[in-house]
């Protein structure tokens, strides 16, 4: 099996970057904005309800952990006002944020540091809010990521989570990185308070267009065939999985 490592993911970006018409069928599917320049599985009613559920003002401290080329936490910043930190440990995901920041938001408002979604080297305590949108999955085992989240959050931080989780826990089709993730049971665990859960079938709806248009899309690119195979995969075990936001309060 491909590791997903930073290697893995630095090619996936380097892809997408000479393949606009990748981006294009996920931003169609997901009603996100051209300015938002960047597509991920998060919907653009997504993008709102994160940066309410954070309730960060101008100045606060927000950080967007695995947060790849950058859009949904620079969108963030931008409604809200934070100060944002961006971290992944992907060198080619966070070049291209760099540069979508410095389009979109003030000088000095965003920074982008390499980190692990478990070690992010950013100081404990000094965060307002945290989001982390559909990578928890890949920290082994998630569990070490929201102790690092924790961390991260001053008392009374804000979080905000969206990922998959398995529909039935014993089926052994799904990959055992999502059968990894539980977050009823691990964000208690991890010390947050008022962990809130909900499954979004209005979001997996729309990833299930997605995928639909991906296939339908030319494959004249290299980002392009990589999400069609991709999609072929996730539309043949759809019902699988169950899509998932959560929010939770630092003690
Ligand atoms: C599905 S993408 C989501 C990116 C971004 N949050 C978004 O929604 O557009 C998953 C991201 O997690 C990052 N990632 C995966 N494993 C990681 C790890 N162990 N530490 C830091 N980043 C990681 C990848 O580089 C990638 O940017």
Redesign the pocket.
């Known amino acids: 099996m491909t590791s997903?490592?930073?290697a893995?993911?630095?090619q996936?970006?380097a892809d997408m970057d000479t393949s606009p018409a990748r981006d294009a069928v996920i931003a169609r599917a997901m009603g996100l904005p051209p300015q938002l320049r960047?597509?991920?599985?998060?919907t653009w009613g997504g993008v709102g309800e994160v940066a309410e559920a954070l309730r960060l003002g101008p100045g606060a401290a927000l950080l967007?952990?695995?947060?790849?080329?950058?859009?949904?936490?620079i969108e963030v910043a931008l409604r809200t006002g934070a100060r944002l930190t961006g971290?992944?440990?992907?060198a080619v995901?966070l070049e291209r944020a760099r540069l979508t920041a410095a389009e979109r938001l003030p000088a000095g408002q965003a920074e982008f540091r390499?980190?692990?979604?478990?070690?992010?080297g950013l100081p404990g305590g000094a965060a307002d809010g945290l989001?982390?949108?559909?990578?928890v999955q890949?920290?082994?085992p998630p569990l070490a990521?929201l102790h690092e989240f924790r961390r991260l959050l001053a008392p009374g931080g804000r979080l905000a989570l969206?990922c998959w989780e398995p529909a039935d826990r014993a089926d052994k089709s799904v990959l055992p990185r999502i059968r990894g993730v539980d977050l009823r049971r691990d964000l208690p665990a991890a010390g947050f308070l008022d962990v809130e859960v909900h499954d979004r079938p209005d979001w997996r709806a729309a990833e299930r267009g997605l995928w639909e248009a991906a296939l339908a899309a030319p494959d004249d690119d290299p980002a392009v065939r990589s999400m069609q195979a991709e999609g072929r995969r996730t539309l043949e075990t759809f019902d699988t999985l169950r899509r998932v936001y959560a929010t939770a309060t630092a003690p």
Do not use: H, K, N, Q
């Open positions: 997903l490592d930073a893995y993911f630095d996936w970006y960047d597509a991920g599985t998060l967007d952990i695995a947060c790849g080329r950058g859009g949904y936490g971290v992944d440990f992907s995901a390499v980190g692990t979604l478990t070690g992010t989001m982390c949108i559909d990578a890949f920290a082994e990521a969206t």
